[in-house]
């Protein structure tokens, strides 16, 4: 991607970051441990029970999620949005860190996403070309 296209929009084919995927493991791995040795009373174990699958379910559903988390994503001049075949626009300036950008959107029909836009998520000439864009090719400086 050239300096010159960023002007008009940015785009990138994006995929399941595995820096997120090794925080998801990580956090869900410390509260299984957490939960497994705890000490319990005999009918908490139930409840410990209980507590693991809901750990694990939760897991799946992050893990379905970092998967659903990928195709292209573009943003034009003016800070518009599009991914998955649908137009959003920035709810709130994104929270910038050196690694990730914690988006916040919203469509034309009013569903709002959240979500964290992470560096390993897309090349790393992108990621530049994003910063880059944000930063000094807005249109609309927020």
């Not at 997120?20 to 174990?45: D, E, K, M, N």
């Not at 469509?107 to 000094?136: C, I, K, S, T, V």
Request: aromatic letters at 12%; glycine letters at 8%; charged letters at 25%.
């Amino acid at each position: 991607m050239n300096v010159t296209s960023n002007a008009a929009r940015w785009q990138s084919e994006l995929v399941p970051s595995r820096l997120a995927c090794r925080i998801q493991y990580g956090v869900q791995a410390l509260i299984v441990l957490a939960v497994a040795f705890t000490p319990w009373t005999w009918g908490g174990g139930i409840l410990k029970v209980m507590a693991l699958c809901l750990v694990w379910q939760e897991g799946r559903l992050g893990r379905r999620r970092f998967r659903e988390r990928r195709g292209p994503l573009e943003v034009d001049a003016q800070g518009r949005w599009r991914w998955q075949q649908q137009r959003w626009r920035t709810r709130r300036e994104p929270g910038w860190l050196p690694f990730a950008v914690l988006l916040s959107l919203e469509n034309e029909h009013g569903q709002r996403l959240r979500f964290w836009l992470m560096q390993d998520a897309m090349p790393a000439q992108d990621w530049r070309a994003l910063r880059m864009h944000w930063f000094y090719c807005r249109s609309d400086p927020r």
